[in-house]
DNA sequence: TGAACGTATGAACAATAATTCATATGAAAG
DNA sequence: CTTTCATATGAATTATTGTTCATACGTTCA
């Protein structure tokens, strides 16, 4: 194993061997745990969250959800855009607008859960 | 209100005032939203995912933590204050050591739909 | 009490990320 | 085709955050 920098474990009395080694065998994948971090992280800015709820009530356009937000229509179209990498929003043309919708289920489950955690 | 910055609404037709004058009514306070936006921000790290998904397997002080990730006792100490904060774990003193574990099954929760919305 | 050990903390530095500004793209209407 | 409007994008700036290093704190054991 490649446990060189931080051989400075305590001693014994603390590691448990047995169980850092069972428990390194249940960990998913280093890729799994990477891309999990960076899809909360996604939900985790606050213009993110709002534009999130905003098309949990309606399907909208950019600038509908600039807007609603009072933010600049630059800004959004860059948080769109995150969010749309990360799959929690589609959209589609309608003349010259785009509108945007939330891609699935999830993210409502998700943001609910935070919610039940946070209103504890 | 306060929608000065950014009258650059596009034209009648883009924003449609009933859709947005309703959508605002449903919105949370910002203020909750600021603190589920910090709740997920605290999910969005790879560090303190592993932590978390360690702590599912069993309790563990500090330095079996730091072991297991390969990565300082500092590093974890500080990646464990912001999980402490936040609620998600908590711990107990053993001895030398301090054992931390899950605050409570939300965590698991929330983990696992995650995980289910990457694995799609 | 004092030494040893596990953990916590503050400051500093490096890396990331959000917003703005300016401008480009692409559809629609004249 | 040319202009207009909605959206997208790149660069720059500012703010935020993670890790390290050095050191302090609090238990335990001699």
Partial sequence: ME???YEERCDEICVH??????????????????????????????TRIKILYVLFESDMCVCDIAELLNMGQSAISHQLRVLKQAQLVKFRREGKQVIYSLADDHVRTIINNGMEHIME
Same sequence: chains 1, 2.
């Fill in 3 to 5: 446990r060189e920098k």
């Fill in 17 to 46: 061997d047995e169980v850092v080694n069972s428990v390194t065998e249940e960990m998913p994948e280093d890729e799994i745990l990477y891309d999990l971090a960076e899809l909360f992280k996604v939900f985790g800015d606050t």
